[in-house]
């Protein structure tokens, strides 16, 4: 199990520009998250999907869409690339919550710059 | 507003001693917490939870008290290696977690050997 995989894993971009992050996980979960995390930030969930089909603003979503594939994928769409949007993005992927909460698998990250 | 309040950017704990990482929360409505550890350019891990009926929950080195009244938890790491050096995030969520998770801004520990 490769668990929850992003590409790519630096991306460089110029103000303006468009691009894609992408996500997988094969651990057959139903929720996937996208986040992004700043210096002295934490974590701050960019947009969540409960399920195949369904989509959810969290915190921080201006500038960022998001596309749920299909149950295995979600990506993270970058329309016109600003500055502040430079940071490193965490996908994670978790099972539906049971009785008393559930944990959040993540992956490596991304790490963008836009200049 | 932060919901979630890690009021300690970094720790350092001599190996072997205790490490006691807190987190505090202004939302009562939270009912389960968790602890991740991350790792630089790698991606946060699962390390224990808690849910709100209980005040204490053991793994191995690793221990999370609860305290509802004072809204506040802790994670106490004994005892403790230089391996256990990371950032440590808190995280809450409501709803018996069905809701996403708020995380704190992290407590870089340092275990000196």
């Known amino acids: 199990n490769a668990g929850v995989t992003q590409t790519p894993k630096f991306q460089v971009l110029k103000t303006g520009q468009s691009m894609t992050l992408q996500c997988a996980q094969d651990?057959?979960?139903?929720?996937m998250y996208w986040y992004r995390q700043d210096p002295g930030m934490g974590l701050r969930l960019i947009y969540y999907s409960a399920s195949e089909g369904t989509t959810d603003k969290g915190e921080v979503p201006n500038g960022y869409n998001v596309s749920r594939l299909n149950k295995r994928e979600f990506s993270l769409r970058l329309e016109s690339a600003a500055p502040s949007q430079t940071s490193v993005y965490f996908c994670?992927?978790?099972?539906?919550?049971?009785?008393?909460?559930?944990?959040?698998?993540f992956g490596p990250g991304t790490r963008l710059t836009v200049t | 507003d932060q919901q979630v309040k890690q009021n300690s950017p970094s720790l350092s704990v001599q190996e072997g001693r205790i490490s006691i990482l807190n987190c505090d929360y202004t939302?009562?409505?939270?009912?389960?917490f968790l602890w991740y550890k991350k790792y630089p350019a790698e991606g946060p891990t699962f390390l224990i939870s808690?849910?709100?009926?209980?005040d204490k929950n053991e793994d191995g080195r690793f221990t999370v008290f609860l305290n509802k009244s004072a809204k506040h938890l802790s994670l106490h790491i004994v005892p403790s290696q230089p391996g256990d050096s990371a950032v440590y995030f808190c995280?809450?969520?409501?709803?018996?977690?069905?809701?996403?998770?708020?995380f704190g801004k992290g407590t870089r520990l340092s275990v000196i050997a």
């Open positions: 939302n009562s409505m939270f009912d389960y």
């Open positions: 651990m057959n979960h139903n929720s």
């Open positions: 808690i849910s709100s009926i209980k």
């Open positions: 995280a809450a969520s409501y709803n018996s977690g069905n809701t996403p998770l708020v």
């Open positions: 994670a992927s978790s099972d539906d919550p049971g009785t008393y909460g559930y944990e959040q698998y």
